[in-house]
């Protein structure tokens, strides 16, 4: 079946450094990717849609400027967290819709980011 | 404007019980889709069904059954005969139809975490 992976699983950084993280579609292509993010013990809270060829589509309250996004390839997305901070540690999980027969979302096993 | 409830934010039950998590949701679309997913401690989501707006027949598959009815929009999800594994946090979420910026987007409720004990 369809697989996305995601690089890191774990990162640990200090404040003020920046961290790019990975998303990959293994086996199918992904014109779209979503991004969330699930602080402890919380539901999981869309970010912004990642689009192949074009720029990125932010949900309200989430800054653009802090959170890059970069949609290189129809098997990539990268997430890079600037000039992060402690706020900014969460679990951040992407995901790719596999449009056709099945129709189904998958999703990432996710990147646990702490910062120090 | 889509939104997600589980009223549940918790359950604790003892193995072998029956136990069945609630989902309530809205949307203005007439076309959709509900899906339930579990997260274990691992973080990992993990899909379980996907239920689209004009199939109300509930489903069952295995000691996991279903119930859809638009009529009181909710999507509620029970185990059978629950067993230690079962334990984690279960996530129902709502998509819109295909067509349009939405597409693919999925709205989350809150979660469910379901403990069961030995």
């Known amino acids: 079946g369809a697989v996305v992976s995601q690089h890191p699983s774990r990162v640990i950084c200090k404040s003020g450094t920046s961290v790019k993280i990975e998303c990959r579609s293994l086996?199918?292509?992904?014109?779209?990717m979503f991004w969330y993010r699930q602080f402890p013990k919380q539901s999981l809270m869309l970010m912004a849609t990642?689009?192949?060829?074009?720029?990125?589509?932010?949900e309200q309250g989430v800054e653009k400027d802090k959170f890059l996004i970069n949609h290189a390839s129809l098997t990539l997305s990268t997430l890079t967290v600037t000039s992060a901070h402690p706020e900014d540690s969460s679990f951040y999980i992407c995901s790719a819709p596999l449009v056709g027969s099945t129709d189904t979302q998958y999703f990432g096993p996710g990147t646990r980011l702490t910062v120090l | 404007a889509q939104k997600v409830t589980q009223a549940q934010t918790e359950i604790s039950v003892v193995e072998k019980e029956d136990v069945t998590l609630d989902c309530v949701y809205e949307t203005r679309d007439t076309t959709y889709y509900l899906f339930w997913y579990k997260q274990p401690p691992s973080g990992e989501l993990v899909f379980l069904i996907r239920?689209?707006?004009?199939?109300?027949q509930n489903e069952i598959s295995g000691r996991y059954s279903w119930n859809f009815q638009k009529s009181t929009s909710s999507f509620n999800f029970t185990i059978t005969a629950s067993q230690v594994v079962d334990s984690a946090v279960y996530f129902c979420?709502?998509?819109?139809?295909?067509?349009?910026?939405?597409?693919?987007?999925?709205?989350f409720g809150q979660g469910t975490i379901l403990t069961v004990h030995p």
């Open positions: 086996d199918f292509q992904a014109t779209t």
């Open positions: 990642s689009n192949e060829g074009s720029k990125a589509t932010y």
């Open positions: 979420a709502l998509r819109r139809g295909a067509g349009g910026t939405s597409y693919g987007k999925l709205t």
């Open positions: 239920r689209n707006s004009f199939d109300e």
